[in-house]
């Protein structure tokens, strides 16, 4: 029987030995910049959808855009108030065409209806109440149909009446009674003053 010369080398049975080849480092290296510069370029589509997109993440960085867009003072008070209504939207009821036309039962409201997600709904109501815009315009800056508009503003409007409603804005009988001009004393029953002129 004869014997290989390498049999007895303790290396040529595994492995371990083996030196990696300079040809195989640089190909794993080429992967990794390539991964990097995939990576870099999924970041650059990102921040390009976000600055071609009308959404509120696309002004989050300016507070002044902020209070144009939708009067709150700034993006922090913004989201205060997006933090206290977030919670209910999950119970938004969609006001649908058909609800409008024959007032029938309510459906849920789901976000892949309109593909906005609710932040931005609230963004587009926010821009209808404190620029006055047309529901084409609109339409036009977030890319949505006009009807598609029509729904959320109607939407949003409901749900903010229901929710906000509930907010007591008068203050209780005694704490007006505590504050009460001198001049309104023979008034007792005197909640509010809407305007006041002296004869």
Same mark, same amino acid.
């Given at each position: 029987?004869?014997?290989?010369?390498?049999?007895?080398?303790?290396?040529? $049975?595994?492995?371990?030995? %083996?030196?990696?080849?300079?040809? *195989?480092?640089? !190909?794993?290296?080429? &992967?990794?910049?390539? @991964?990097?510069?995939?990576?870099?370029?999924?970041?650059?589509?990102?921040?390009?959808?976000?600055?071609?997109?009308?959404?509120?993440?696309?002004?989050?960085?300016?507070?002044?855009?902020?209070?144009?867009?939708?009067?709150?003072?700034?993006?922090?008070?913004?989201?205060?108030?997006?933090?206290?209504?977030?919670?209910?939207?999950?119970?938004?009821?969609?006001?649908?065409?058909?609800?409008?036309? $024959?007032?029938?039962?309510? %459906?849920?409201?789901?976000?892949? *209806?309109?593909? !906005?997600?609710?932040? &931005?709904?609230?963004? @587009?109501?926010?821009?209808?109440?404190?620029?006055?815009?047309?529901?084409?315009?609109?339409?036009?800056?977030?890319?949505?149909?006009?009807?598609?508009?029509?729904?959320?503003?109607?939407?949003?409007?409901?749900?903010?009446?229901?929710?906000?409603?509930?907010?007591?804005?008068?203050?209780?009988?005694?704490?007006?009674?505590?504050?009460?001009?001198?001049?309104?004393?023979?008034?007792?029953?005197?909640?509010?003053?809407?305007?006041?002129?002296?004869?």
């Amino acid at each position: 029987m004869q014997t290989d010369p390498d049999d007895d080398d303790p290396c040529h $049975e595994h492995d371990y030995c %083996v030196s990696t080849e300079p040809a *195989a480092l640089d !190909l794993s290296l080429n &992967d990794n910049e390539e @991964l990097r510069e995939i990576s870099r370029l999924r970041k650059q589509i990102e921040d390009l959808t976000v600055s071609s997109k009308f959404c509120l993440k696309r002004f989050s960085a300016s507070d002044d855009d902020i209070r144009f867009f939708t009067r709150f003072a700034s993006h922090a008070h913004l989201m205060g108030f997006w933090k206290q209504i977030e919670p209910a939207t999950h119970n938004i009821i969609c006001v649908t065409r058909a609800q409008t036309v $024959e007032k029938t039962d309510q %459906v849920p409201h789901f976000a892949s *209806a309109t593909v !906005l997600q609710p932040i &931005d709904e609230f963004f @587009l109501f926010m821009n209808y109440l404190s620029l006055g815009l047309m529901q084409k315009d609109l339409a036009h800056r977030f890319r949505k149909h006009r009807s598609t508009v029509s729904r959320i503003i109607n939407t949003w409007a409901n749900f903010l009446y229901t929710v906000l409603g509930a907010v007591s804005i008068w203050l209780d009988v005694d704490t007006v009674k505590t504050h009460l001009p001198d001049v309104f004393q023979d008034y007792a029953d005197t909640q509010v003053i809407l305007d006041c002129t002296e004869l």
